[in-house]
């Protein structure tokens, strides 16, 4: 009788890698029926996502313009403090150097005052927290002891404070050094972008800035500007002479200029000190929520953020500082998120 053997099965694993490999080459195939070369992005493309990251520079420049402003003002108040502390100090020495001439003097009479004797060897706070002693000292002496008591709480209040401030100034360099990279990062990528153009879309970019540029001053001009009064005419007169001057990050002219730069930079020459940054320019004055209520010279921000700043030239147009790459030039209102004017 013939022997009938059933047909070994598969072990589980081997069952289990065939199954996994199958999974894997099916994938694979589908990967690669589906996969299309990536398409080059269009002029356009790159024009909106370069603008995009010269709004996210912009922010950050005015950050950074903000703890570089804070930085000079803890430089200058530390340098304040540390002249006054100086001085203090030669004023407590000099009141010391009057105790001690009163004891020489006591001393060449033959004896010292056991109460001024034990003031030169401790301190005047505790000594003179005791009421007793004041009975043991002359009026001459009482007076001496409390200025220096006066003068070392002074001192030592003064020195706290430098050292606060020496704190606080550190930290600001350190956030003055994120905004700074953050800046140059936000520009690094916007000008990779620019260059995966070919120099033929590059200058078709370049052309449609000029023709909007040259646009937007016609219409700025058929309107008349600069004819704003007082200290404002006089701010967007300055602002004028700057026309073409290139934007740089950071800048307060006075040959280039960031936007917060071109405005406080702008008002200066009008005899007139406003905040450096934007947001802080925006508490500079009356603030205009319509537009036909803005005259010549008023200030204008932009963005919910209040990242972008400009002078008003009438007509519906601004005259800014507009971004890396852009000229001192006029723009219409509505090419940017109006937010409201200030009338300093």
Known sequence: MASHRR?????????TVLTTAAA??????AQAANAAPSAKPTKDEVKSKVDKLYEEAEKATEAYDGAKEKQAKLEKEISALQDKVARGQGELNKLRDGIGTMASAQYRNGSIDPSLQLFLSSDPDSYLDKASTLDQLSGQQ??????????????????????DKLKDLATARTQLGKNKEEVQGKLAAAQKLLNSLSAAERAALQADQNRASRASERTALSGNPGTGSGRAGAAFAAAQTKIGDPYQWGSTGPSSFDCSGLTSWAYGQAGVSIPRTSQAQANAGTRIYNKSD???GD??????????IGLYAGNGQVLHAPHTGANVRYESLDNMVFEFGVRV
């Open 24 to 29: 894997a080459v099916v994938a694979i195939s």
């Open 142 to 163: 009482v007076e001496a002891l409390r200025k220096i008591q006066e003068k070392q709480r002074e001192l030592s209040q003064e020195r706290q404070e430098a050292t």
């Open 294 to 296: 803005l005259q010549v």
């Open 7 to 15: 047909p070994k099965q598969p072990s589980r694993t081997r069952v």
């Open 299 to 308: 200030l204008v921000l932009f963005n919910s953020d209040l990242s972008h």
